[in-house]
């Protein structure tokens, strides 16, 4: 029986409260909502509520309930599919990344389940120019997840194990 990746569904788990913490400090502690002006943590960080019905880059915005469903249930496939993927990943970083994705894509489906929308909030600016749309801990660890998934099959090569490389030679 293969060893379930601990390391990445904790991870995961983890992002997931974090997230959902954060999300409870800035809707139900600060009491931020849209009709807030946010709050200034520094000159280029503000805290500013935003009801993100739409996915990354405000691509596939849900205008009806149809398509918050529809976003609902894509969201939710990629995420079995990045469950699948880590069950049979024996990589601990792999694992990781993909706990990242996994736990980041569960705290936004939530979301989009309770409210109808993702609650995006972290505003970071130079000025008026914002370099990045508003998102949420989600949004960075799912970004830091694939960000990782990538570097890693572009430049790192894994040395084979033992077996496998006599394997492979036996073969050759």
Not at 3 to 30: C, S
Not at 145 to 167: C, E, N, Q, T
């Amino acid at each position: 029986m293969k060893k379930l990746p601990l390391v990445g569904l904790v991870t995961g788990a983890v992002l997931f409260v974090v997230d959902q913490a954060t999300k409870y400090g800035i809707t139900d502690m600060l009491r931020l909502d849209a009709s807030s002006l946010g709050r200034e943590i520094t000159s280029f960080f503000t805290l500013r509520f935003v009801a993100n019905r739409g996915v990354s880059l405000g691509l596939l915005h849900a205008d009806t309930e149809a398509m918050r469903w529809a976003l609902v249930a894509l969201t939710a496939a990629i995420a079995v599919g990045v469950l699948v993927w880590m069950l049979r990943e024996p990589n601990r970083q792999d694992q990781v990344a993909l706990g990242l994705v996994l736990g980041g894509a569960v705290g936004n489906i939530l979301d989009r389940i309770r409210f109808g929308y993702v609650v995006d909030f972290a505003d970071f600016h130079i000025g008026a120019w914002r370099p990045f749309l508003v998102f949420n801990v989600a949004d960075a660890a799912i970004t830091i997840g694939v960000l990782i998934l990538l570097v890693r099959a572009l430049l790192v090569r894994d040395k084979p194990r033992a077996g496998r490389a006599s394997v492979e030679n036996m073969n050759a």
